[in-house]
Nanobody, 122 residues
Framework: VQLQASGGGLVQAGGSLRLSCAASGRTFSSYVMGWFRQAPGKEREFVAAINWTGGRTYYADSMKGRFTISRDNAKNTVYLQMNSLKPEDTAVYSC????????????????WGQGTQVTVSS
């Protein structure tokens, strides 16, 4: 599966952005989907994941209550709604797909998309 993230941009602190990740292929609904981010000089960190049906989600603690992951299997797309953004949320956000592993923290992320830059100004 090929993934392409979009929707990043520059936003003021407290603002919102909605990221999208479009997937190619007809097997999108068989993948667990996730969002990750990497800030300059830092390691990549997990943001959120959603299971095949969209019925189960999992978030990193620092994103709970502010970010919402969702998916539309008919559109082969996963979303990340980000609210109450903070300057420390500034990073390149990437989406990933997994078919193997243990939900939610041990998924094997086999496929990655190019990231989209999110910049939050103070």
């Amino acid at each position: 599966v090929q993934l392409q993230a979009s929707g990043g941009g520059l936003v003021q602190a407290g603002g919102s952005l909605r990221l999208s990740c479009a997937a190619s292929g007809r097997t999108f609904s068989s993948y667990v989907m996730g969002w990750f981010r990497q800030a300059p000089g830092k390691e990549r960190e997990f943001v959120a994941a959603i299971n095949w049906t969209g019925g189960r989600t999992y978030y990193a603690d620092s994103m709970k209550g502010r970010f919402t992951i969702s998916r539309d299997n008919a559109k082969n797309t996963v979303y990340l709604q980000m609210n109450s953004l903070k300057p420390e949320d500034t990073a390149v956000y990437s989406c990933a797909a997994a078919r193997r592993g243990t939900w939610p923290t041990s998924m094997l992320w086999d496929f990655w998309g190019q990231g989209t830059q999110v910049t939050v100004s103070s």
